[in-house]
C-alpha cells in the first residue's frame, strides 16, 4: 500500500513522510504530488487539502483527515464519491478538550474576567458566585469529545446539559435532540459550549435568534469550527448585554485577522484553535494503527459518515 501526505506546510508534510514511514516500514509513504505517478497512491493522508487535488488520483482507498473533523476534506467540491474518510481521534484529544472546556466554563462560572478587572483597577472586591450545581450548562454536540466535556462538567458539579441532532442518553446529563428539543435545552443555560461538527444544517448556528432565547447575560464557548458563529450577532449580543462573555477558539478565518474586533473586544477570550490539538507523535500512531486495519479488512472504527459530515 502507498501513502501520500499533504500538510500546507512542506517542512510539516516532510515530517510526517518521515514519521509515518518509520512506522509503517511495510508501506511505502511519499509526499502527495498530484503530478508523480497519481494511479501508484492507495490512501491521501491530510490536513486541508488543496481543492481538486485528491481527484487526481484514480486508485484512492482511503482519505485520512489529520484531525477528529472532516470538514476541510469535505470542502473540496471535486471530492472523489464514495471514498472512506477516516477521521484521527484519540484519548489525547479528548483528554485536551476535556481540560479546555473545563477551563472556559470554570472562568466564567467564577467570573474571572471580571476579577481580572478588579485586579488591575487594585479593587478589592469580593465576587459572590453560585454553587456549580446551581449553574446551568450546556454542550451542543454529544460526539466523542461533546460527551467527554459534558461528562467533565456533570463531575464538576454543574447542571448539565446536552444537545444532538439525535437522541442520546448520558449519565448525569439531560439530553435533547432534534430541532424541536433545541429551545427547551437554551432555556435557562448559563454558558453554552459548542461542539457541534460542522456541517450545512449547523452552519451559522450560533446566531441572533439562539442568543436570544439564553438568558440574559450567559455566556458562550465555541471550540468546533468558526463557521458554527455569525460574527455580527455575537459582537451585537455582546454589546447589548444578551450575552456577558464569550471564549473563542476558532474562526472563519484563521489566525484570526489582526483587525478584527475579537481581538480588542472586552468580553471576548480569544484563544488560537488550540483548545485540543492532537500532538503529532500521537497522532502518527492512531493514524498508522488505523491504517494497518484499514490494508487488513478494508474499513476501521474511524471512518467517518461522509453524508452526515462527521
Known amino acids: ?25 511495510e508501506m511505502q509513504v511519499v509526499a502527495l504530488n498530484p503530478e508523480d505517478s497519481p494511479e501508484t497512491v492507495d490512501v491521501a493522508v491530510v490536513w486541508r487539502p488543496r481543492s481538486g487535488d485528491l481527484a ?40 485536551r478538550m476535556r481540560e479546555y472546556v ?30 456549580a ?38 449519565e448525569g446529563v439531560t439530553c435533547f435532540s432534534g430541532a424541536e428539543g433545541l429551545s427547551a435545552f437554551l432555556t435557562g443555560c448559563d454558558i453554552v459550549v459548542n461542539l457541534l461538527p460542522l456541517t450545512d444544517e449547523t452552519k451559522g ?16 464557548i465555541n471550540c468546533a469550527r468558526g463557521p458554527h458563529l455569525v460574527d455580527a450577532d455575537l459582537l451585537a449580543a455582546l454589546d447589548s448585554g444578551q450575552i456577558k462573555q464569550a471564549t473563542l477558539d476558532v474562526f472563519h478565518v484563521e ?23 492532537i500532538d503529532a507523535e500521537t497522532g502518527g500512531r492512531i493514524i498508522a494503527a488505523n491504517l494497518r486495519t484499514f490494508a487488513e479488512t478494508g474499513t476501521c472504527a474511524d471512518v467517518a459518515d461522509a453524508q452526515r459530515g462527521y
Not at 259 to 276: C, E, G, I, L, R
Request: positive net charge; hydrophobic residues 45%.
Open 1 to 25: 500500500m502507498k501513502a501520500a501526505i499533504y500538510l500546507p506546510s512542506q517542512d510539516k508534510t516532510q515530517w510526517w513522510v518521515d514519521m509515518l514511514q518509520s512506522l509503517l516500514p
Open 205 to 220: 448556528i450560533l446566531n441572533a435568534d439562539l442568543f436570544a432565547r439564553l438568558p440574559k447575560g450567559a455566556c458562550v
Open 255 to 277: 489566525p484570526l485577522p489582526a483587525d478584527h474586533a475579537f481581538w480588542t473586544h472586552p468580553a471576548v477570550t480569544v484563544t488560537p484553535h488550540v483548545a485540543s490539538q
Open 56 to 95: 487526481r488520483f484514480p486508485n484512492l482507498k482511503a482519505i485520512v483527515s489529520i484531525g477528529a473533523g472532516i470538514d476541510h476534506v469535505l470542502a473540496d467540491t471535486a471530492l472523489p464519491q464514495g471514498v472512506p474518510i477516516i477521521r484521527t481521534v484519540g484519548d489525547d484529544l479528548t483528554q
Open 133 to 170: 450545581p446551581n449553574r446551568t450548562v450546556g454542550v451542543m454536540g454529544l460526539g466523542n469529545l461533546g460527551a467527554a466535556s459534558a461528562r467533565t462538567l456533570a463531575g464538576l458539579g454543574f447542571a448539565t446539559r446536552g444537545w444532538s441532532k439525535s437522541p442520546k442518553t448520558i
Open 102 to 131: 473545563a477551563l472556559h466554563v470554570l472562568r466564567h462560572h467564577r467570573d474571572m474576567p471580571r476579577q481580572l478587572r478588579a485586579q488591575a483597577e487594585r479593587d478589592w472586591h469580593a465576587i459572590v458566585v453560585p454553587v
